[in-house]
T-cell receptor
Framework: KAGVTQTPRYLIKTRGQQVTLSCSPI?????VSWYQQTPGQGLQFLFE???????NKGNFPGRFSGRQFSNSRSEMNVSTLELGDSALYLC???????????????FGEGSRLTVL | DQQVKQNSPSLSVQEGRISILNCDYT??????FLWYKKYPAEGPTFLIS?????DKNEDGRFTVFLNKSAKHLSLHIVPSQPGDSAVYFC????????????FGTGTKLQVIP
């Protein structure tokens, strides 16, 4: 079955602009998590959505937001971009709950954001 | 506040030898631990996991050991192969693994042929 799809793969923005990233989870997966990866910081948890509800949120400013649609697809938005927002943004999906849920996350290839 | 720590940013091992990657955690509520492998330009892929009720889990060449009293886990790869060269992330969660997974900063493993 198709894996996690993230679009766009690469994008360049300037400070002050806003950006929207999209994630399509594996069919049947209802949980979508977002992570930011920067050199030396590993994967920093942004938020997790399940059935259109945000269940968990990391320690990021309010400029970072997200949402999940009824088909489980998710978007994240970053407003008023700063240079430090340059990173690889990874989306991961999982069953989210129930039998067969091992907690394993399935990651997409990421969206590489560069802020100039 | 780094709740999952991988203190070795890199590790080099000869092909055929054992690779040992270490991870420490501070949150005693973590009850599920996972290792992910990441190649450049790809997303991380799940490697192996362990529940806090166990102290060892094996899957082929990969074994994860958990020492709860020390809040320490390690990943052993035996024998190491050049294709194992990647960044390895240790991860932990406190909700059965599905709600919020906290990752370490990663260890870059290089297996030398």
């Amino acid at each position: 079955k198709a894996g996690v799809t993230q679009t766009p793969r690469y994008l360049i923005k300037t400070r002050g602009q806003q950006v929207t990233l999209s994630c399509s989870p594996i069919s049947g997966h209802r949980s979508v998590s977002w992570y930011q990866q920067t050199p030396g910081q590993g994967l920093q948890f942004l938020f997790e959505y399940f059935s259109e509800t945000q269940r968990n949120k990391g320690n990021f400013p309010g400029r970072f937001s997200g949402r999940q649609f009824s088909n489980s697809r998710s978007e994240m938005n970053v407003s008023t971009l700063e240079l430090g927002d340059s990173a690889l943004y990874l989306c991961a999906s999982s069953l989210g709950q129930g039998l067969g849920n091992t907690g394993e996350l399935f990651f997409g290839e990421g969206s590489r954001l560069t802020v100039l | 506040d780094q709740q999952v720590k991988q203190n070795s940013p890199s590790l080099s091992v000869q092909e055929g030898r054992i690779s040992i990657l270490n991870c420490d955690y501070t949150n005693s509520m973590f009850d599920y631990f996972l290792w992910y492998k990441k190649y450049p330009a790809e997303g991380p892929t799940f490697l192996i996991s362990i529940s806090s009720i166990k102290d060892k889990n094996e899957d082929g060449r990969f074994t994860v050991f958990l020492n709860k009293s020390a809040k320490h886990l390690s990943l052993h790869i035996v024998p190491s192969q050049p294709g194992d060269s990647a960044v390895y992330f240790c991860a932990a969660s406190d909700s059965g693994g599905y709600q919020k997974v906290t990752f370490g900063t990663g260890t870059k493993l290089q297996v030398i042929p």
